[in-house]
């Protein structure tokens, strides 16, 4: 007989054949715990237990077992997972390592997540869309500090089961009274933490016992071995059951007669003719198609990817989300949250950053620092600032609203990261909590006279001059010559001078790190005012900062802002001295002094830069006007 004349296939029957796993549930869970509490022999130990591991792996895991095996030539499982150069010669974890395997019951996506406390971020990644986390602890150390941190980011993340492993039992005899003090240490941290469900089993990775079979050293134990426990563990998958959400992370338009939006949807089930809503804007369509690359769907539900054309012509981009047209989601731009510091530069309230929530970024600022959170004791103690792997709660100012959902309701709309403006660095992971009513019940007044009119009336658009520099390089001397010159050319001017502003405005703030973002802050936002209002205004301000001159240059339109770098060596500045300023932080007097023990970063990319040595102060103001009144002509 023919391949033509063959029985066609059940095409349920060939999908079995071909992809065996496809319709097994599947369960994404991490490994966390403290350095060297046996995570990545745990997951090898899984693997090769299970016979999971191909035999081209197999081979090399023997040769790498040799070579840099911690197990004295036999069988280091630890070196699947463990594979950059530098976890391999400490014998650690630094990055988050994956593996995917399956069994008859289940398939699984394992994160192995590192356990020193300086890659705490790396195990925030690995978390982030775990549904159970395996928390290891050695037998002998008992609960540590960074037990306490994992558990107490599992449950900010939202995972409902933690397994609560006991590892190196067999370094501790598998004394069940080890075991149970252990345990009883640990639920009562994690009761605390309204972590929802603890199971807790003793093993040793090592030796595999109590892994994927139950060994008859833990004969005391009743529940079912590591491997069972992960195969049964229920996985409630909500999303079917809420309301429609869809991020647009693209805009299909390959040709004149097509325009359509994909994404990944998020919850909820979508068909042809259900209604839409586009959001922020809060325009409204219908579902005229649902397009794949295996043709139209009739439905489509959570977890698959389709492109969705609508009926109506609206706009619609990346970033924006639709929605449920009955259910939408909230829209605001101001939030309580969570923040996980993940960078080494600390968290100053009213740095601007760039908060990035499914496909859509915005520029976000934290206005202010509600609490610390102690990982030890859970208590919550008031703070400025973050540093590194701290955990805070924070309010945030955006630049625009965004569709979001509290991340205890939505992981997808209510997760965020924030990024560094400058390096774009990811220096936080947030969770939104709820929206400010302030959000809701502030709006903008529209005004008949608008920037434009203010500007036509002056005959020319206001602007920025924004001078930088150390004390006593020369910054407010060049200024007040300059806007003498302007004020003759008959610009309409206003000089903010640092100290002047301390006198009133800023009055309240000290010199630390955080008081100067705030300085810096709120004058940028009267910077702001005054260029709406028409006029040229300039600054006058040590600014020490990147971050805040670029936040101050972002207030306003391309073309508005002039950065002047007053560039003065250090020694130079302090041989002047005119205020006594460096005489007293020599003397310890004056703490945090820039240029002495806080730094100043100088500006990268300044349209003008006086070298103050070289130039005197009339010479540069003449440099300046020049260049402002050129932007005109």
Known sequence: MSVADAPASIPGEMDAGLYPDQHKGLLRFLTCGSVDDGKSTLIGRLLHDSRLIPD??????????????????????????????????????????YRFFATAARKFIVADTPGHEQYTRNMVTGASTADAAIILVDARKGV????????????LLGIRHVILAVNKMDLVDWSRDRFDAIVADFRGFADRLAVAHVHALPMSALRGDNVVEAGDRAAWCAGPPLLRLLETLPTADDSLSAPFRMAVQYVNRPNQDFRGYSGLIASGEIRPGDALRILPSGRTSAVARIVTADGDLAVARSGQSVTL????????????????????????????????????????????????????????????????????????APTKRLELNEIGVCNLSLD??????????SRELGGFILIDRISNRTVAAGLLHFALRRSHNIHWQTLRVDKAARSAIKG??????WFTGLSGAGKSTIADRTEQRLHAEGLHTYLLDGDNVRHGLNKDLGFTEEDRVENIRRVAEVARLMVDAGLVVLVSFISPFRAERRMARALVEDGEFMEVFVDTPLEVAE???????????????????????????????????????????????????????NREA
């Open 309 to 380: 054309a609508l009926a109506d012509e609206v706009d619609v981009s990346r970033g924006d989300l639709l929605a449920a047209a009955a259910a939408p989601p909230g829209i605001a731009d101001q939030f309580e949250a969570t923040l996980i510091w993940m960078d080494e530069e600390p968290m100053f309230p009213g740095r601007s950053y760039l908060l990035k929530l499914g496909a859509r970024t915005v520029g976000a600022a934290i206005t202010a620092t509600r609490h610390r959170l102690d990982v030890n004791t859970l208590e919550k």
């Open 575 to 629: 041989a002047r001295d005119v205020k006594g300023l460096y005489k007293k932080a020599r003397a310890g007097l004056l703490p945090n002094f820039t240029g002495l023990d806080s730094a100043y970063e100088p500006p990268e990319c300044a349209e003008i830069v006086i070298d103050a040595t070289a130039v005197m102060p009339d010479e540069a103001a003449e440099i300046i006007v020049s260049r402002v009144l």
């Open 460 to 465: 020319r658009r206001g602007q920025v001059i």
């Open 400 to 409: 625009a609203p965004i569709a979001f959902e509290p991340y205890a309701a």
């Open 56 to 97: 081209d792996q197999m081979a090399t895991l023997e040769a790498d077992s040799r070579r840099h095996g911690a197990q004295g030539g036999d069988l280091d499982l630890a070196l699947l997972v463990d594979g950059l150069a530098a976890e391999r010669e400490q014998g650690i974890t630094i990055d988050v390592a």
């Open 144 to 155: 540590l500090t960074q037990t306490r941190r994992h558990a107490c980011l599992v449950s």
